[in-house]
């Protein structure tokens, strides 16, 4: 099992970006789908997730500007970004716990996109 993340680049304030994190190989369903990132020199911080069954959830500094959602039948996540801000800027990275057999449920990491906000 694989996780892509995609999407990240250079964006002015207030303009938007939609990351994209695609799980691939044998996959029976998703329990849950996160986004962290990690600015320059920060610590990396959980951004938004979703539980199976659950609503979105989101970090302060992020609530009513980002959305993230998931596409079951694609096995993909996504974080729709706007009014983005210089703060915003960092390498996201997407985790999930899926299950990939009978009791056989495990955490991966994707490889991180970089979303760069700057005029």
């Known amino acids: 099992v694989q996780l892509q993340a995609s999407g990240g680049g250079l964006v002015q304030p207030g303009g938007s970006l939609r990351l994209s994190c695609s799980a691939s190989?044998?996959?029976?369903?998703?329990?849950?789908m996160y986004w962290y990132r990690q600015g320059p020199g920060k610590q990396r911080e959980l951004v938004a997730g979703?539980?199976?069954?659950?609503?979105?959830t989101y970090a302060d500094s992020v609530a009513g500007r980002f959305t993230m959602s998931i596409d079951n039948a694609k096995n993909t996540a996504y974080l729709q970004m706007n009014s983005l801000k210089p703060e915003d800027t960092a390498v996201y990275y997407c985790?999930?716990?899926?299950?990939?057999?009978?009791?056989?449920?495990?955490?991966?990491w994707g490889q991180g996109t970089e979303v760069t906000v700057s005029s």
């Open positions: 979703i539980s199976s069954g659950s609503s979105a």
């Open positions: 985790n999930a716990n899926l299950q990939i057999g009978v009791f056989r449920n495990y955490d991966y």
């Open positions: 190989g044998t996959i029976v369903s998703i329990n849950a």
